[in-house]
């Protein structure tokens, strides 16, 4: 086992590793997460033994909160990138091109980022009871700056990723499972045992199989690169318009990136920020 | 509130505007329905304050029946075409492209060109007990115009595309929420409400977020506009062959168009149309 | 009525023909019955008068097992190939294509080739206390090699398409309802009468309007020829790698092949084939 900033690995077996999120008090990602999950990836590819990476938390509630607005704009910028575009971009589309069969393990909450991290693996596993995912940018005016807008028409279908997307709500384990958000939700009490069954299962499968089937359906389904550095521009651009840092201010004020009912009712939360509709004209 | 022929339009905010169907008996499309939605599309268009538009109709038992079989095509064919191709392809691309977020609050019935128009939108809510969605046109012996084919299937996936235009069956909103042809069914007691809490929500986000989301699902999930004018032509095409009038003729005879069984039970009622299974061979 | 070898023809109607699987005792595809499958294909290709092409089976467990894996390969090879392709890759790639509605009534299991044909066909439906669907191979060190790479994210979304692929595990009725593998799962006491009705009505609609369907939707969602070829080298290629026939001949030894639980149970059981997970390191 490997303790990193942010995150634990363990390695299970020399197939199978499995990464515990742990930055409390709501696992956000920032930059120094995004940074070890870059090497950590550097390391699955090099090894060519891994051949199932899990990823879950070490927090009941939240699996990945999202990204931390907090953070500093120059230690991101400063993040390497290995096919040049954007950082959080470069790390998503190395994940979802990953040899190692790549699994989310979601209990608790996967927003914003978080959500964007799990779309990028090749399957995600839900808590029935615990889980919660959504992409709630909408609401602070921008649209995900990580793909999902990419990724989801071909997980959910187009009318089901722009409800997502655009009504930036709140999706829990069984609509996201009647969504398609996630492959399945599981009964929290069978979670565990389940994701550990399906992951040693996979882990003991041949190796050249594995690459040769992920291979075939990244043909047929994995978007092309290109399609993501246009949503970071845009996420970025809205945070050098006025209306994000309003918002966002409005938010942190009232418990933004603490642990409280700001942060586990987000997606009904960030509804009431910016106003109350607008009075009907006559 | 405006009153257009076969429609009402409730501007209830300058970001959220509602179209209500009310064409008795049964809200049939026609070349003047048509031509008012084309009218509204240019007033939104024009606007850049609309951000949600919600379709829903006046009448519980139908959404928007299909298109008037009994309209005059002279009529139809005088309608403008912004793109250049047939008046009702024209007007579903323009709808699927709109800049504002476009819903569909599915009660009662929505057949052919009204199954067409909700799938134009981004959205489709349905309530679960009286949204009925079908094409039906396949037993009328012709493929449906407005471009379904094309759209079903990043909606619904291929094989389920395929069952909902070659069975040209009845589905209700649970069976429609399983299959994915509509986001999801929600209890008919609460729909109003959720339809309402939803569109009032995404009309307070921003514009620039929501374009740039909508280019970017636009951008991985829409289909090309030259799929569509094939597909009207193919419809009429079939209008011009003796087996559509035939049936058509038939159907007019039981109470097509009228509000009666035949139109509450189309989907099931159009299979008994062509005659009895013909007899096994020997 | 006409009863080849592995498979029965009923004639039902000019226009609705029923293939019956009958190749005891488990329903294994061979070269004989691919020989006997692509003849028919070229009848109801020539015929122009059948419509529906439904594939059932004669045994209430298995609708197709799966490839015989003790076949002999120069029969295989001596198949005829239409598009020059790899025989099983052209024979599910005209059958994807025919002027037929193909529907796969899957009572009982279809795993690997068997699942292949299925996701072949337009429309899937299953009993649901029967039906159960796989694709194993993985499990033997293979990826498949008859296209459901290629297919499932058309039909179940990524995620999902992954997870069937990966995993290699069973999915019955209920869970492939669940997760778009059929279009949808009905009660076993119903399943007959249900696909008989379905059959039938699309068996009376016209095969022109049929045609113009096939023809919209194919545009939209069939996935190109040159996809397939590859796969069908890959899984030749893992024949030739000592862990499949390794694995294979565990299987063997265990009752694969044979009607009995470890083919009743196969994707639980190939679970177990790979041995115990890898100690854990320290």
Known sequence: MTTRPRFTVNRSSPSLWRVVFDNPPINLIDPVMIHGLQDLLTEIEASRRVTVLVFESANPNFFLAHYDLAADKAAFDALPSITGVDPW???????????????????????GSGSELALATDIRFASRERAILGQFEIALAAAPGGGPSTRLPGIVGRGRALEILLGGNDFNGDLAERYGYVNRAVPDAEFEDFVTRFAERVSRFDPHA???????????????????????????????RPALPALAGQAFQHGLQQHGEVELNLGEWVGTLAGPAKGAQP
Chains 1, 2, 3 share one sequence.
């Open 89 to 111: 971009a470069d790390f998503l589309i190395r994940l979802s091109k990953s040899p190692a069969v790549t699994i989310s393990a979601i209990r608790g909450r996967a927003r």
């Open 210 to 240: 594995i690459a040769d089937v992920k291979r075939f359906v990244n043909a047929a389904s994995l978007p092309p690169d290109d399609a993501f550095p246009p949503q970071m521009k845009a996420f970025w651009d809205a945070c050098g």
